[in-house]
């Protein structure tokens, strides 16, 4: 196996760990990773890591529930330079259809010539508004369920470990209490 691979594996096992051993609720913490998570399937590149740390503030300031920003910051992560392409390309083909619908065609594909030109909001026209409007649809329509599962997923996680680790105190609690006194 390749050392590139080895501390691949090493960084992630550290995140994940991280990401358990953090403090707060497993609510808190499962919060911030759907919002990470949904916030990384977003066409926004390179603004979702802050975005997701000013929305985890934000929710924070006007709703007085804690999200974990470390977990919102690692759900951005999924979507990195090296799955960009596979995750847009996701989106695009789900929100294509959508977007297609929504957007009126060109005057040059035969209809009235009263419908609203949009392609004045696009430098490139009309297709780049199209691909650019696919994405979005695309990136809230995959993101919802995916921020669903996440968080139950890392709501379980958490949960799971917070409880075995409070097993293992109690564990050494009363190993250290029937330990005779010298």
Not at 6 to 29: D, F, M, Q
Not at 44 to 52: K, N, R, S, V, W
Not at 158 to 163: E, G, P
């Amino acid at each position: 196996m390749s050392s590139w691979w080895k501390v691949a594996k090493r960084k992630l096992r550290r995140a994940r760990v991280r990401l358990l051993r953090g403090s707060g609720a497993p609510g808190e913490i499962a919060g911030g990773m759907a919002l990470g998570l949904f916030i990384a399937l977003l066409p926004i590149m390179g603004l979702q890591l802050p975005l997701a740390l000013a929305a985890a503030e934000l929710v924070r300031r006007l709703t007085h529930f804690q999200l974990s920003r470390v977990a919102a910051a690692a759900g951005v992560w999924i979507n990195n330079p090296v799955t960009a392409a596979p995750v847009y390309g996701l989106c695009y083909l789900i929100g294509r259809p959508i977007a297609h619908r929504l957007l009126p065609a060109s005057p040059g594909q035969g209809t009235a010539a009263a419908t609203l030109d949009l392609s004045a909001l696009s430098f490139s026209g009309p297709e780049a508004l199209e691909v650019g409007l696919g994405l979005a649809i695309g990136g809230v329509l995959l993101g919802v369920p995916t921020a669903w599962l996440g968080y139950h997923i890392t709501y379980g996680m958490v949960s799971r470990h917070q409880a075995d680790r409070e097993q293992r105190r109690a564990r050494r609690a009363r190993g250290l209490k029937l330990a005779p006194e010298v």
